[in-house]
């Protein structure tokens, strides 16, 4: 059985526009819309926000592009980084310099910078001069010998690091060894919403009336869908009407390697536990209003993930934020966001546990409106605004031996780090 505690949190301290300007020009570096993926999205929420907190600030977006694909970026774009083109780094670096950037920051994910665990990104920082600042939206606790090395020298290198969760700041300094007082933590933004009755969306926007769970996201095998949908029968027994919805492609990585492999073990799954009929999938990436409307509509959230290190799940953040009683494996940034009574933590791959809890949840209207409205509040703390706000804050705090970085010419970069170099790049 489940433990929820009783105390509500309040919502974090707010720091205020005046205080929240930092310096001019920021080089943001990162996936962006309309590539399909969590860094994407966050990336250009967060060029968003920052065009809002201080209008007059230039914000230049450089967006990474993965191997084999186009996209039609935006105006906002500066310019697109071939993730496998060595060259496209050197010249975005270049760019950047001669743009006077105040601020390099840049939304690091292993995967998405080109070379042995994403060390191209090193050629670019190795060519400008100003202070970088490194979202960290994966902190590995084992990282191999590349990623180590890697990550250790963007450390020594950022003059501040920022990560959304607390294990990830230990972690930073256990493993990686990096200074304390370079690391902020800053949660991962949200959509500024107000919280609507879940069956009055449901009546709003055309949907169903039954009770409804919903997960949303990228599907892939860590993301633990089969433990919900083997949870159903459970479910049902004490919630008949109930149902499941999972909302999102698959993603692309995946159906580039076995196609829709793992979505149609899903549906097999489902079938053969005579659930089909209380599954509904929306096998496609949502517009964030669509995808805003379809949470609202829900009255329980669930995040089955099996990865217990994982430290940022954008989707726990969405659904918090729009007042979603959660039930969550308890991976890192589960266990943060759905403390002090925020939210339910089951089991990894605990079908009855996650049965147990999902059905108590549906079935107790009080329980479920006590969660919401603590879920609610607390995302008010977090959104995107507020996220813009508090990074500017640390920038501008960025200490003045930060900005005398001297770029150098890249053979005497190439001299001292052969590793990170190849010939006629």
């Not at 270049?94 to 390099?104: H, L, N, Q």
């Not at 996650?354 to 329980?367: C, E, P």
Request: some cysteine.
């Amino acid at each position: 059985m489940f433990d929820l505690p009783a105390d509500a949190s309040a919502p974090g301290d707010f720091v205020t526009s005046e205080a929240a300007r930092g310096p001019g020009r920021i080089a943001l570096i990162g996936n962006f819309l309309p590539r399909l993926c969590g860094i994407a999205t966050f990336t250009t929420h967060v060029f968003d926000a920052l065009r809002i907190a201080e209008p007059r600030a230039p914000v230049d977006v450089y967006a990474m592009v993965d191997p084999g694909r186009t996209y039609a970026f935006p105006d906002a774009v500066t310019a697109a980084i071939d993730q496998e083109d060595r060259g496209s780094y050197r010249a975005a670096g270049r760019r950047i310099e001669a743009s006077g950037a105040a601020i390099v920051w840049v939304q690091h994910e292993f995967g998405i910078f080109g070379g042995p665990a994403g060390e191209y990104l090193l050629d670019l920082l190795d060519t400008v001069s100003a202070p970088v600042v490194l979202t960290l939206h994966t902190v590995l606790e084992a990282p191999n010998a590349d990623q180590r090395r890697v990550l250790e020298r963007l450390i020594a290198r950022a003059s501040l690091l920022i990560v959304m969760a607390e294990r990830a700041r230990a972690t930073l300094q256990r493993v990686y060894r990096a200074p304390l007082a370079r690391i902020a933590v800053i949660e991962h933004g949200v959509p500024d919403r107000a919280y609507i009755d879940p069956a009055a969306a449901r009546r709003c926007f055309g949907m169903e009336e039954r009770k409804t769970i919903l997960t949303f996201g990228l599907l892939s095998p860590d993301k633990g869908i089969e433990t919900m949908i083997r949870a159903m029968p459970g479910i049902l027994k004490r919630c008949p009407e109930a149902l499941y919805r999972i909302v999102g492609a698959t993603h692309p990585h995946l159906v580039a390697h076995e196609g829709e492999r793992h979505r149609e073990s899903l549906h097999a799954l489902a079938r053969d536990l005579g659930v089909e009929s209380h599954v509904h999938w929306e096998n496609r990436f949502l517009e964030e209003e669509h995808l805003l409307d379809r949470i609202s509509a829900a009255d329980v959230y669930v995040t089955p993930y099996r990865n217990p290190q994982q430290i940022t799940s954008g989707t726990l953040s969405y659904a918090a934020a729009l007042g979603k009683p959660i039930v969550s494996t308890p991976y890192v940034h589960a266990t943060e966001l759905l403390a002090q009574g925020r939210g339910i933590l089951v089991g990894f791959d605990d079908s009855e546990m996650m049965a147990d809890a999902v059905a108590t949840l549906l079935v107790a209207d009080g329980l479920r409106e006590g969660l919401a409205f603590r879920a609610h509040a607390h995302g008010r703390s977090l959104t995107w605004r507020r996220l813009a706000e508090r990074a500017r804050t640390r920038f501008a705090a960025i200490p003045a031996s930060s900005r005398q970085f001297h770029a150098e010419p890249a053979s005497e970069i190439e001299q001292r780090h052969p590793q990170t170099v190849c010939v006629g790049a």
